[in-house]
């Protein structure tokens, strides 16, 4: 079955500094990857995807590339901010019928970003 | 605005009480999931819709049930709330052949 393995956290930076998270996994073919953010007290968010290999999704300053050779999708920022801190999951969908997808998430990284 | 609410946000109630956990979207979306998201921040799906009528459970067995009279509503019910139960709860949805899932604020249950 599909597997997502996301490096543990939690990861403390001091503001401006070079963020990488983690994220690799295990499925059949190629399938879209995803980076969803969660913000203290609220649900999850979308920040950005990859739908094939070698496409490098982007928002908010962060990026991540789909590399099937490593079955990768780390997510990276080139300088953190304080309200980046969150928690972050990597995560890959598989058809589960009628046009349904369920996800695979990976465990979560907490991010604490320091003035 | 398209959205997708849940309520309460937060909610304190002793055992044996029973609780429903409201999620409603305005997004017009056919698919709804309920997740239980533990301290540790893992996510694990309890409980799926792919349309009215329709409810299937997830990979983590839990003592809740689910209905979907409505497209846009998909309550998750406790018969009987234990200490065990208490957690944060997430609604989200999907359009039929979209891989996102949308979620919703949460609700954070706390059994005493």
């Known amino acids: 079955g599909n597997s997502v393995t996301q490096m543990e956290g939690p990861v403390t930076l001091s503001e401006e500094a070079f963020l990488t998270i983690n994220c690799t996994y295990t499925?059949?073919?190629?399938?879209?990857l995803f980076w969803y953010v969660q913000y203290p007290g609220e649900g999850l968010q979308l920040l950005l995807k990859?739908?094939?290999?070698?496409d490098k999704g982007s928002n908010k300053g962060f990026e991540a590339t789909y590399r099937k050779e490593t079955t990768s999708f780390h997510l990276e920022k080139g300088s953190v901010q304080v309200s980046d801190s969150a928690v972050y999951f990597c995560?890959?969908?598989?058809?589960?019928?009628?046009?349904?997808?369920?996800?695979?998430f990976g465990k979560g990284t907490k991010l604490s970003v320091i003035p | 605005e398209a959205d997708i609410y849940q309520t309460p946000r937060y909610l304190v109630i002793g055992t044996g009480k029973k609780i429903t956990l409201e999620c409603s979207q305005t997004?017009?979306?056919?698919?709804m999931y309920w997740y239980q998201q533990d301290p540790g921040m893992e996510l694990h799906l309890i409980h799926y819709?792919?349309?009215?009528?329709?409810?299937e459970k997830g990979d983590l067995s839990s003592e809740s049930t689910v209905s979907r009279i409505r497209t846009e509503h998909f309550p998750l019910t406790l018969e009987s709330a234990r200490p065990s139960h208490t957690s944060q709860y997430l609604c989200?949805?999907?359009?039929?052949?979209?891989?996102?899932?949308?979620f919703g604020p949460g609700t954070r249950l706390t059994v005493t």
């Open positions: 995560a890959l969908p598989a058809y589960s019928g009628a046009g349904s997808y369920q996800l695979t």
């Open positions: 989200a949805s999907g359009q039929t052949g979209e891989r996102e899932q949308y």
């Open positions: 499925a059949t073919g190629y399938p879209s």
């Open positions: 990859a739908t094939k290999a070698d």
């Open positions: 819709s792919y349309g009215v009528n329709s409810t």
């Open positions: 997004m017009g979306h056919d698919k």
